[in-house]
DNA sequence: TCAAAAGTGTTCAAGTTACACCCATGT
DNA sequence: ACATGGGTGTAACTTGAACACTTTTGA
């Protein structure tokens, strides 16, 4: 008769946890990935996701809405766990297992600000640098991620500020997808789903006609998924 | 200017890892679920998914191919990372993280026997028992992801024999989703996919006319996967 | 008045769903 | 000969894709 080994807690020391975050963001209609310059040693000065031991007194997901509150001061944004990479020799300074977060976040000023003290940096998808470790594997997935979670869930206004025009919309899902997008199709079925508050009020900043400002109505969203909605671009 | 906590090595004894599998079977025409009796303290005796604590020189896939190998004896199955839990209180013996993964299995007699040596128990979905920890969380976790996999990925296979006829197949998606599905329509998707190999062999056991064999061709859909191919039941 | 972006409907093709009967064979 | 499960095609409908012009207004 074959054994299991025995799932005991008599282990000791064995080995890390870290969460890394790949954080997303929307700037000049392109999609933007947050980096930094590792501060430890080995590879300290290199460009690397941000990220974090986890304490033994935190949950998970704490640390890393923590990480992500500390460098971008941003609190409740879409944040959610992506993959965990465990190999054995990932990080060539110790045994460290990290769990992926990704992160969509809407840029503000503060926010900004936050960024440039940390000396973090916002990249073009495509000028990605090369990340220590497995870091450019971890935002391979999270950008694929992303653009199978955009198929079925509207998140595109998770990188757009809380009132936004159906155009700027629009050149979100076309960043995220790399292709042009009908605007006929997609303002139909933006409106179609019923999850568009239209406002009052005009953004004239990108034309003379000036552009509706929409807010996404979160609530009614709410509604519907537990409903067994389900949204597709 | 405000710090991140410092990315550094110097922490001990953090927490421990461990990894548990959401197993799946098939059998009477029915999903399964593996489960066996915990054999550590707290909550010794009670039902838990199965799963041990992750040693420092295995990497967390290992570890899970290592547990389903140890219990069903299988090792070239199904089987992929779900999620990670991390809740500082999820077990009260230890700080431990846990991350999941689920498996597909084919159920053959020597499987079964390895089973039964470790007095772990097939159970019907519908009759899961409370199982420890946040165990029942996991499982409807990866029931559910079950489903959306099934969705787009030809899935049904990894539950059945190598051999299979398509009036089985189409129970196993009945049972995925529980639902009846047109079996017309079933099995037009099904051969127009051109994933099916059809033998020349007839499976007689449960009519008398006998239904066909097919077999799933492995090598076609990674060639179809690696052009962008999508499948859809 | 004109340049530049915002806004609006219809047609066609493709895919999905619904549906009912004959076939083969062991007992 | 009959009961049982296996196998097959077509029509209606729904959905997604393609496509071009008018509107508004600041400069």
């Known amino acids: 008769m074959v054994k299991v080994p025995p799932n005991t807690y008599a282990h000791e020391n064995q080995l890390l946890l870290a969460v890394d975050c790949v954080i997303f963001g929307y ?3 392109e999609l933007k990935l947050l980096i930094f310059k590792r501060e430890v040693e080995p590879l300290a ?3 690397s996701l941000i990220g974090r031991i986890v304490e033994k007194n ?3 997901e704490e640390a890393a809405h923590k990480v992500l509150k500390d460098i971008t001061g941003l609190d409740k944004v879409f944040l959610e766990q992506l993959y965990s990479f465990g190999s054995v020799s990932r990080d060539p300074g110790a045994r460290v297992v990290s769990i992926v977060y990704w992160s969509l ?4 000023a503060n926010q900004e600000i936050k960024i440039a003290d940390h000396e973090a940096q916002w990249v073009s998808f495509n000028e990605i640098p090369q990340l220590v470790l497995d870091h450019n594997q971890m935002v391979k997935m999270a950008i694929e991620k992303l653009r199978e979670y955009a198929r079925y869930r509207p998140i595109g206004f998770e990188l757009l500020p809380s009132q936004f025009t159906l ?5 979100v ?11 006929r199709n997609f303002r139909k079925k ?13 953004d004239k900043s990108t034309s003379k006609k000036g552009a509706f400002l929409y807010k996404f109505d979160r609530k009614k969203y709410k509604l519907l998924l537990q409903q067994g909605y389900w949204f597709e671009v």
């Open 173 to 183: 899902y076309e960043a995220i997808y790399q292709r042009k997008i009908d605007d």
């Open 58 to 60: 935190e949950a998970i």
């Open 167 to 171: 155009p700027q919309l629009l050149k």
């Open 190 to 202: 933006m409106l179609a789903s019923g999850l568009l508050i239209k406002l009052d009020k005009k």
């Open 45 to 47: 000065g290199q460009w």
């Open 27 to 29: 700037q000049d209609g």
């Open 105 to 108: 976040t809407q840029s503000t």
